[in-house]
């Protein structure tokens, strides 16, 4: 069956230090993955996708992540977090399935920046 | 990006009654549209496929006779939470795709069923 997994409930780290966000997956086929972000009581925002090319791909709000194959992960990273970036992060895969393109969610980590 | 409108963002309805929620596309026409239900800390569940002109795909586990979808025009999805219970109370989002690489999902529906 095809999954995301994302294994941290919750990511705790300090202001200007880099974090990181995991997510692997299961997917038949070529996957396009993706990162959203949400605010409590809202819809999702993009943060960034990969579809083909380069395996790092830099997103909004200085967002990047790196698709490995072999490891089957797409980790989300920023270089020096804001306290701004407290949110919730879902990890998405794109796959054909019965002739639609479905999209399925990891269980989201809450990324908790502490001044 | 693509903007999608849902509607209401907020509804209390009493036990026994029906909800509608719309989903538009304002500015892209959407043959496919998703609907998802989230439970307080945690994930997107999907729900549902939703195609213009067809009946809807729905997702293992969910009642097609308790979530009416219906996909009448390229760009408005409506949910229709029948015979509302309090189970049902939950934070509903619609997803509207242009293609397989993009994705783009409305504000979100807080149902609350009292």
């Known amino acids: 069956a095809q999954s995301v997994a994302q294994p941290e409930d919750q990511v705790n780290v300090a202001e200007g230090n880099p974090l990181t966000v995991k997510c692997t997956y299961s997917?038949?086929?070529?996957?396009?993955l993706f990162w959203y972000v949400q605010y409590p009581n809202r819809g999702l925002q993009f943060l960034l996708k990969y579809i083909t090319g380069d395996n790092l791909v830099k997103g909004s709000y200085g967002f990047e992540a790196e698709f490995n194959k072999s490891q089957t992960s797409f980790h989300l990273k920023k270089p020096s977090a804001l306290v701004s970036d407290s949110a919730l992060y879902f990890c998405?895969?794109?796959?054909?399935?019965?002739?639609?393109?479905?999209?399925?969610f990891g269980a989201g980590t809450r990324l908790a920046v502490h001044p | 990006g693509a903007v999608v409108s849902q509607h209401p963002s907020r509804v209390i309805c009493k036990s026994g009654t029906s909800v509608k929620i719309e989903c538009r596309s304002l500015?892209?026409?959407?043959?496919?549209m998703f609907w998802y239900r989230q439970f307080p800390k945690q994930s997107l569940m999907l729900m549902a496929t939703?195609?213009?002109?067809?009946?809807?795909?729905?997702e293992q586990g969910v009642e097609k006779d308790k979530f009416l979808i219906n996909h009448a025009s390229l760009t408005l999805s409506t949910l229709t939470v029948t015979s509302a219970h309090p189970e049902d109370s939950s934070f509903y989002i619609c997803?509207?795709?242009?293609?397989?690489?993009?994705?783009?999902f409305g504000q979100g529906t807080r149902l609350t069923v009292v």
């Open positions: 997917v038949s086929g070529n996957p396009y």
């Open positions: 997803s509207a795709r242009l293609d397989r690489t993009e994705a783009f």
């Open positions: 939703s195609n213009e002109g067809s009946k809807a795909t729905y």
């Open positions: 998405a895969v794109s796959y054909l399935s019965g002739g639609y393109n479905k999209l399925i």
């Open positions: 500015d892209f026409q959407a043959t496919t």
